[in-house]
């Protein structure tokens, strides 16, 4: 039968020498339960590939199955900055490692929208490609890996209008800077710059 496993410290660090480089962690007060899940807020300077665990009075190894590790995952936008149809977005976030982005809150809206702030790019930057489309079915909208639109959208009070009077339909999505950088849905053969985001975990 295990002991109890009290005043364990828990350090994650980018370094195997935990006495050297950014590291985040603390003793765990509490005796462990089995199986219970401990969660640091670590810094974005911790990668966090190594941890390390102190066990008071204890000399042992512990195996993986007795350390788990799970990191989030780390959403990064990229604007990119050559003006292009949406599939010709999409393939360059693609040949980038990533996917047109897509935006699940306002936090993600508020960082693009001071990404486009930063980027200097010229006045004859109207819009930025996201991946929320509505090629295959129209009024149906999905983001490009094909999940549905569910929870935050940030669309400009008259859109989604699919092009209105204007003839051929509109079924990609720009983030618009004549709309104040809210929604709106364009023609998928508009001239755009595209926004990227990558997956990576930690
Ligand atoms: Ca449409
Ligand atoms: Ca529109």
Redesign the pocket.
């Known amino acids: 039968m295990a002991s109890p496993l009290t005043g364990a410290v828990l350090i994650i660090s980018n370094e195997p020498d935990m006495n050297g480089g950014a590291q985040c962690g603390e003793e765990v007060s509490d005796e462990l339960a089995m199986e219970e899940i401990i969660e640091f807020e670590c810094g974005d300077g911790i990668t966090g590939q190594y941890v390390s665990v102190l066990i008071p009075n204890v000399t042992t190894t512990l195996s993986l199955c007795e350390v788990e590790i799970y990191a989030p995952l780390r959403r990064r936008f990229e604007l990119v900055g050559s003006t292009n149809t949406w599939a010709e977005a999409k393939s360059l976030c693609s040949s980038r490692g990533g996917h047109l982005a897509k935006i699940e809150n306002a936090e993600d809206q508020s960082y693009i929208v001071g990404l486009i702030g930063q980027s200097g790019l010229s006045p004859l930057t109207y819009g930025w490609y996201i991946g929320l489309n509505d090629r295959a079915i129209e009024g149906t909208r999905v983001w490009e890996d094909g999940s549905s639109l569910v929870g935050y959208t940030n669309w400009h009070p008259?859109?989604?209008?699919?092009?209105?009077n204007w003839g051929n339909g509109?079924d990609c999505t720009e983030i618009s800077r004549d709309y104040n950088f809210k929604w709106?849905?364009?023609a998928c053969s508009s001239s755009l710059f595209a926004i990227c985001q990558y997956d990576d975990a930690w």
């Open positions: 008259t859109e989604p209008n699919d092009g209105g509109e709106n849905d364009v």
